[in-house]
């Protein structure tokens, strides 16, 4: 086979996660290292997902990427690093089948075009950069056979975003913020994995599948230039949150969760009100939301539901069984019907099944 013939790929597919205990605001930019540490949970790979192929050639003649199929720039920093990263971790390749070899020297001369998916809104507050970083650093170190733990493909994959170093695990992960300067120690671990508590459903509503105003980025910068209550909250709060929120995994304990998430959840949206200027991320929609899951809640005496909202209007709402997912369903459409039979898909569940059920 004539050398420039040959074009060799790997397809990967990397779920989103949601964040439980919310990272907000870094103490380096560059490195992508956090002022906390945080906790999240990864949603099931088949709902909210990004696919991922990247391919090598030497017919190609520069890297090459497209996003939901239109070409992006790889010129920025974020990009670089990761490709830099992974790039220098490189093995040797070989498939007989097909018959190519790359030697490890080879990967510097060698281009990549990529090609990126997301099932979901990008850039709607629904950690679109956290499944595309994990996925592009999980495909690429298949397609180098970098051999490397999550753990160490997470530090490559926080230098593309900080949330996506999380993607790498399934079920509960925590991103420990470490304290190295080169933040070698910054990286992600998973808490528990994805069977140890099977019973949740995880629905999201999305209340508007629009593009952010502010970016996760500019939004947590201005917080830490501005906002006294992050300096509070990352140093007095979130230490203590991290460590009871582990224990209520740990022992399946949905009160603590649910208390420690919608509480960690109101506190980052109020960092954004006391962030110079201010920055809203939810609107009367989520509000709403809001206020019915707490009457809920206090109505049944012991909490049914859990709620938290990253950079955007959306709410992740976590029900504590399969049951409890199908009312919560039920309540959502009728405060909130949806405006066509096609708005349905504004309900994106973890398990079809309760859609039916709810029908
Ligand atoms: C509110 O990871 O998107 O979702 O590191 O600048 O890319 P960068 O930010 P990003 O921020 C996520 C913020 C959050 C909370 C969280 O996921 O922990």
Redesign the pocket.
């Known amino acids: 086979m004539a050398a420039e013939k040959w074009v060799y790929m790997v397809t990967a597919q990397t779920p989103t996660?949601?964040?439980v205990?919310?990272?907000?605001g870094?103490r380096d930019e560059v490195r992508?290292l956090?002022v906390n540490d945080?906790i999240?949970v990864t949603l099931d790979p088949d709902h909210l997902c990004t696919v991922t192929t990247v391919a090598v050639s030497p017919a190609f003649d520069q890297d090459r990427m497209w996003l939901n199929g239109k070409e992006i720039s790889l010129s920025g920093s974020?990009y670089q690093n990761c490709l830099r990263e992974i790039r220098g971790r490189a093995g040797d390749v070989e498939d007989k089948d097909k018959g190519i070899k790359i030697a490890k020297k080879d990967w510097e001369k060698l281009h990549l075009h990529i090609a990126s998916h997301n099932n979901f809104p990008t850039a709607a507050?629904l950690?679109s950069?956290?499944a595309g970083?994990a996925c592009l650093v999980f495909s690429l170190a298949k397609l180098m056979n970098v051999n490397e733990d999550p753990s160490h493909l997470s530090a490559i994959a926080?230098q593309?975003?900080?949330?996506?170093c999380?993607s790498l695990f399934g079920g509960f992960v925590k991103?420990t913020m470490g304290s190295k300067e080169d933040g070698s120690d910054s990286v992600a671990v998973q808490l528990a994995d994805e069977k140890h508590w099977d019973d949740l459903v995880i629905i999201i509503a999305v209340v508007s599948s629009r593009q952010k105003e502010t970016?996760?980025?500019s939004?947590?910068r201005e917080s830490v230039e501005t906002s006294l209550l992050l300096q509070h909250r990352a140093k007095e709060v979130v230490p203590k949150r991290i460590l009871a929120m582990e224990e209520a995994i740990k022992t399946r304990d949905f009160s603590s969760f649910t208390q420690l998430s919608c509480a960690d959840s109101n506190q980052?949206h109020a960092v954004c009100l006391d962030t110079s200027p201010p920055i809203f991320?939810m609107n009367d929609t989520s509000h709403r939301i809001i206020s019915l899951v707490e009457k809920w809640n206090r109505s049944e005496g012991t909490p049914q539901v859990a709620y938290t909202f990253?950079?955007g209007p959306n709410a992740v709402l976590i029900a504590r069984n399969r049951k409890v997912a199908v009312q919560l369903l039920q309540g959502l459409l009728y405060y909130f019907p949806p405006k066509s039979d096609t708005d349905m898909r504004n309900y994106v569940v973890g398990d079809n099944s309760i859609l039916k059920e709810a029908g």
Do not use: H, V
């Open positions: 996660n949601i964040a205990i919310k990272y907000w870094k992508i956090p945080s999240s974020r507050g950690a950069s956290a970083f926080r593309g975003s900080g949330s996506a999380r991103w970016s996760s980025t939004g947590m980052f991320y990253d950079a």
